[in-house]
């Protein structure tokens, strides 16, 4: 059973945060935002890790069965603070202001 903090509105403003994240960086551009998903992939009181994929199908191009994934972020729910791990070495590191 997950903690009482981690309600679905909670892990909805995560996914809001993440999002948010995205579009303000321009991280990714409007069409790739547009054809991502977002999956919260664990949390604490204080961490999110947040995993982009790919989404398919409709406007997306790709493989339907298929949902690469772009990046994982790293959101610090106190600061809001982020890193990601786009890089060849997949380390996470601050995300660019």
């Known amino acids: 059973m997950s903690p009482s903090w981690f309600s679905r509105p909670r892990k909805n403003a995560i996914l809001q945060t993440a999002f ?28 999110a890790t947040v995993t982009v994929r790919e989404k398919h199908g409709g406007k997306c191009g790709g493989a339907l069965e298929t949902a690469p994934r772009r ?27």
């Open 71 to 97: 990046f994982t972020i790293e959101i610090d729910l106190k600061t809001g603070t982020a890193r990601w791990d786009n890089n060849d070495e997949m380390e996470m590191n601050p995300i660019p202001q």
């Open 20 to 47: 948010r994240i995205l579009a303000q960086r321009r991280l990714l551009s409007r069409a790739e935002l547009s054809c991502s998903t977002l999956i919260l992939e664990e949390a604490t009181k204080t961490m």
